[in-house]
């Protein structure tokens, strides 16, 4: 069975049973989705060799990411500020602090601070080994 499968198997089962489980415990359910933020249905791509990244990533006032896409699965939280994602399409979404999502796959984006702090966020990528986290778009 795949392994990001038995993983998510696994951190939902005890996200569900943990409270009960340890005294002290405060579990809060971040996001839990089947689609991206456009409403793209999330698949996992099969890898010969499958590899969780997760980064912290800081973006200062006025920067931006610039035009990428995703060939799989990444998921973010929104730590400080607010994260304004403009698609290919020019439809603009924005995630604002202590904000969950789950990005686009195979869709251009860029994302901005357009802020006057640093924007603060964790990603993390259901990618492979040897597997490029984004793909910058060709101008």
């Known amino acids: ?11 939902a089962f005890l996200s569900q049973t943990a409270r009960s ?3 002290g ?4 359910k971040l996001l839990q989705t089947d689609t991206t933020t456009i409403g793209q249905k999330i698949s996992y791509p099969k890898f010969a060799d499958p590899e969780v990244t997760m980064l912290k990533i800081t973006i200062s006032p006025g920067k931006s990411t610039g035009w990428h896409k ?4 990444v998921f973010a939280y929104i730590l400080r500020g607010t994260l304004t994602v403009e698609l290919q399409d020019h439809r603009v979404v924005k995630f ?5 999502f789950a990005e686009v ?3 251009y984006h860029n994302g ?5 702090t640093d924007l ?8 492979g080994k040897g597997e490029k986290l984004s793909v910058k778009k060709e101008e």
């Open 21 to 23: 489980q340890y005294s």
């Open 120 to 127: 603060v966020l964790i990603a993390v990528y259901l990618g």
């Open 25 to 28: 415990l405060l579990i809060t």
């Open 1 to 11: 069975m795949n392994k990001y499968f038995l993983s998510l198997i696994l951190i």
């Open 112 to 116: 901005t601070n357009m802020e006057d």
């Open 105 to 107: 796959i195979d869709t």
């Open 70 to 73: 995703h060939d799989f699965p």
């Open 96 to 100: 604002k602090e202590n904000s969950t």
